[in-house]
């Protein structure tokens, strides 16, 4: 199948289905034998369905790529905000355990014909209470579709594209990093770790923009910066983007970088100074390589990590910097304030009495504006 032609038959399939009654018992091998076959043009005999595990029935396993579904009706809760391990994870992790270890899976799929929860039971993720699924929702099954490769290839981790992406552009910055310091000590530079951390963070910052549209491009761009041959140029587009007037410089491609406030581009730093007896890093050539990345696909948390590859570990301890993960940030703010903040709109959503009142209040709470 091209991609035109699976990005139309997952287009069908959610059709389909959002208007569906989407009964566990009557409807799953339907839904995964129509997923399986129509939208990924595979044949639907890769997975069993209602497989036997002392006494068990799994609702369907997928032996060669390890896949192990639990389908629940429409609109089923599959997770929850007040235990660790929701009801339906807890369900599908008992058939998972009584699975020999040769036969366990990697994957499990909680499903209710409205949202994928994929777990991954890699042995990394060895503290299954603390697992938390990606989730891919039916309605964005069109966009997300890639995302369910790993159902039949068993090296495919599009699952996570954020965090894929994310790890490929922090590697880059670290190569771009390594070459600025590599350039400032053959040059006998000192004192160069914190503009070489500024280098970064802004050059992080200019490619997010581009993607987003913050840097206007117009259809003949390639790249933002192909026409940068030095790092006097790269210092020009820094200067610019702390000036908050330059509509009317000579250069139009330096007119396209916007004013930037809140100090980022602020800060004077020194650049490699050029010696011609030392090779300057490959400007261009790296900054073409960041053409791959769909920066606005990075995740937000993950940002955190690309900046701190970037500095140096003498650095980082001294400013007490230090990467944390989403699933640890959770873990500190849910049981703080977002597992009482979900059930308290829980309960205003499931209210008979004043149910329209109580909701306002909740807004006002959150600080979440609305008009009466």
């Not at 089923?76 to 036969?103: C, G, I, W």
């Not at 042995?123 to 929702?137: T, Y």
């Not at 992080?204 to 913050?214: P, Q, S």
Request: glycine share 2%; proline share 5%.
């Amino acid at each position: 199948m091209t991609e035109n032609e699976q990005i139309s038959a997952a287009r069908k399939f959610v059709n389909e289905w959002l208007n569906r009654e989407g009964n566990e018992k009557s409807e799953m091998q339907r839904f995964w034998i129509s997923l399986i076959r129509d939208v990924f043009g595979k044949s639907d005999s890769i997975i069993d369905f209602e497989k036997n595990v002392a006494g068990h029935s799994i609702d369907g396993f997928i032996s060669c790529t390890g896949v192990l579904i639990e389908q629940k009706s429409l609109y089923q809760e599959l997770k929850s905000h007040n235990v660790k391990m929701p009801l339906a994870f807890r369900q599908a992790k008992l058939y998972y355990d009584e699975l020999t270890y040769s036969e366990r899976p990697r994957w499990i799929v909680i499903c209710n014909f409205r949202e994928f929860h994929i777990y991954d039971m890699y042995p990394d993720n060895i503290f299954e209470n603390d697992l938390r699924p990606e989730i891919i929702k039916l309605e964005n099954l069109s966009r997300d579709y890639k995302r369910l490769n790993f159902l039949f290839d068993p090296n495919d981790d599009s699952v996570r594209p954020e965090v894929k992406v994310s790890k490929a552009a922090a590697d880059l910055i670290a190569k771009i990093r390594d070459s600025l310091k590599s350039n400032y000590e053959k040059n006998k530079q000192r004192d160069y770790q914190n503009s070489l951390a500024q280098i970064c963070v802004r050059l992080v910052f200019c490619f997010y923009a581009a993607d987003i549209g913050l840097i206007e491009l117009t259809n003949d761009d390639k790249n933002i910066f192909r026409y940068i041959k030095n790092f006097s140029d790269l210092q020009n587009i820094f200067a610019v983007m702390n000036q908050p007037d330059h509509t009317s410089l000579p250069d139009p491609n330096l007119n396209r970088f916007p004013y930037v406030n809140g100090g980022l581009f602020e800060e004077k730093i020194s650049m490699p100074t050029y010696n011609p007896n030392v090779k300057p890093i490959d400007l261009a050539a790296f900054l073409e390589q960041t053409r791959v990345f769909k920066w606005h696909n990075i995740h937000p948390a993950v940002f955190g990590a690309i900046f701190e590859s970037v500095l140096n570990d003498k650095f980082r301890r001294a400013a007490g910097m230090h990467y944390t993960s989403i699933d640890n940030i959770h873990r500190v703010i849910d049981p703080l304030f977002l597992d009482e903040l979900y059930d308290e709109f829980k309960s205003a959503r499931k209210a008979r009495k004043d149910k329209p009142l109580k909701l306002r209040n909740f807004q006002k709470k959150t600080g979440v504006h609305y008009r009466p």
